[in-house]
């Protein structure tokens, strides 16, 4: 197979993949809502590059209009549930300033109650999940957490999925150039005489390599 | 208790499966562990977002944060900027709520919105060991692996030296630490009104669920919330500790451990 046909097979099965799970995404908070019988039910995604909080999935109030509103990430609720990477409830967003009332108006809706949780991977939060205005039930409030527990495990896998195959379409439509540069190292390195030069290169890509795969993540 | 949730959580409807064996030792009561106490002389610490001189609060005995400097270097400073998202005040005031005469120390090392990272937590957590404070309440976990040998290797530092650390489990069912190492004292939540109710889980690593549900604690500015969450479980059973450290200034860490679970009350003689 040549680099281009292996190219547009890469490609094809990526743009395949991204409605897929896009799909995913809007069939968890579809059940998350249904399970919980609530009015709405979302996953935001936290794009980094802006630094805002993307609606990737809505059920419910809002459904129709908006998934693609972007909002700055320390808004609100989910903003906390983003930073701290802990869930929240709140029974009364009225008495809890963690609520913000403007974040609320501009999507249009304003809810009595909510639960978040952060789509972990690892100490990274890539998301968060809200479930809005569900009946409260007294005693029931920490088998829910569990169970929205469950399902933002379940959509931080979905959001991980979605997030890789968007970047290795950018890589593959040439709007990023991380793969050439890696290729360009390779090449060098493949080029270098033998000897001590090559250890010492390797030995740099080495530690680059660890640099660039640790985190800062609590 | 449903098979396929983690044990992180004690709703009521599960009580009856957690029963302990009736053939559990006894022989103490509550009134020998911390009746009369008030806490008096126990240094307790609050590795946090910060505390507030707030008069729900009262007295901060000594405040440090730890912080990054410009050469890169983590520090700890004197901090007087008081908590910055909350959560440490709400904590603070749990074991203030319990314990009226303990001490207050506070060790900052979460920000606005509660973010943080790893390092900070171990080098809180260091500090608070040098400082040999006799309750460390960590109601922060990280899900690092990076960090979880260095934190594995500054709770059995606290174990051995009688600072009892007592830390919150993740509310999500994720692997973190340090609630999970065998040398904290970790602390789920249940749905109880009751202050100085807590129950011994029959399936560790979470070995205690302190009250959690519903907790009306101080927030910034003179707020009170309402809140939920194993982060306000942990400074329960904290207060408690410091109840009990303070009319038995020697009992070590595994002793202060053996006798909350004895004094449980999912324990049958403690009905």
């Not at chain 1, 906390?80 to 403007?102: F, M, Y």
């Not at chain 1, 090449?187 to 660039?212: C, F, H, I, K, T």
């Not at chain 2, 806490?39 to 001189?53: F, L, M, P």
Request: contains cysteine; charged residues 20%.
């Amino acid at each position: 197979m040549t680099d281009q046909s292996l190219q547009a097979a890469v490609a094809a099965g990526v743009m395949a993949a991204e409605p897929e799970q896009r799909a995913l995404l809007a069939s968890i908070v579809t059940v998350a809502r249904s399970i919980f019988h609530a009015k709405a039910a979302s996953v935001f995604l936290y794009d980094e590059e802006t630094d805002e909080l993307v609606f990737e999935a809505v059920s419910g109030e809002g459904e129709q209009s908006l998934v693609g509103t972007r909002l700055p990430s320390g808004t609100g609720v989910a903003g906390w549930v983003l930073t701290s990477r802990q869930p929240l409830v709140i029974d009364d967003t009225s008495k809890d300033s963690r609520h913000s009332v403007e974040t609320a108006k501009r999507t249009g809706f304003l809810p009595e109650n909510l639960m978040c949780a952060p789509l972990l991977d690892a100490d990274r939060a890539l998301g968060v999940i809200q479930i809005l205005d569900r009946p409260l039930r007294p005693g029931a409030v920490l088998a829910e957490v569990d169970l929205l527990g469950q399902f933002a495990n379940q959509a931080a896998l979905a959001l991980l999925q979605l997030q890789r195959a968007r970047r290795v379409q950018r890589v593959l439509a040439g709007e990023s150039d991380e793969v050439q540069v890696v290729a360009r190292l390779a090449e060098s390195l493949a080029r270098a005489a033998p000897g001590s030069a090559v250890e010492q290169r390797v030995a740099l890509l080495d530690a680059l390599s660890n640099v660039l795969r640790g985190d800062d993540a609590r | 208790m449903s098979e396929d949730l983690p044990a992180w959580s004690l709703p009521a409807e599960a009580l009856a499966d957690s029963r302990l064996a009736p053939d559990w030792p006894a022989g103490v009561t509550r009134e020998w562990a911390f009746g009369g106490s008030t806490g008096a002389g126990v240094r307790v610490c609050v590795i946090d977002s910060g505390v507030d001189a707030d008069p729900r609060i009262g007295a901060v005995q000594s405040a440090v944060v730890v912080e990054r400097g410009e050469d890169g270097v983590l520090h700890v400073e004197p901090d007087d900027r008081g908590d910055l998202c909350g959560h440490g005040n709400a904590c603070a005031g749990i074991i203030r709520a319990l314990a009226p005469e303990c001490e207050i120390h506070s060790v900052r090392v979460l920000g606005a919105g509660f973010s943080g990272n790893g390092a900070l937590l171990v080098e809180g957590l260091r500090h608070a060991l040098r400082e040999r404070y006799d309750v460390v309440n960590l109601s922060l976990s990280t899900a690092s692996e990076e960090w979880r040998a260095g934190l594995h290797e500054l709770t059995d530092k606290g174990f051995f030296q009688r600072s009892l650390i007592v830390a919150s489990a993740h509310n999500m069912p994720v692997e973190s630490f340090p609630w999970q190492f065998a040398s904290v004292i970790s602390v789920g939540s249940h749905d109880q009104p009751d202050a100085m109710t807590w129950y011994a889980n029959p399936e560790p690593p979470v070995d205690l669920f302190g009250r959690g549900v519903d907790v009306e604690v101080a927030w910034l500015a003179g707020e009170t919330i309402t809140a939920t969450g194993n982060s306000f479980a942990a400074p329960h059973i904290s207060g408690i500790c410091a109840l009990i450290r303070s009319k038995h200034p020697t009992l070590a860490p595994a002793g202060v451990k053996h006798l909350l679970m004895l004094l449980a009350d999912n324990v049958e003689e403690n009905d």
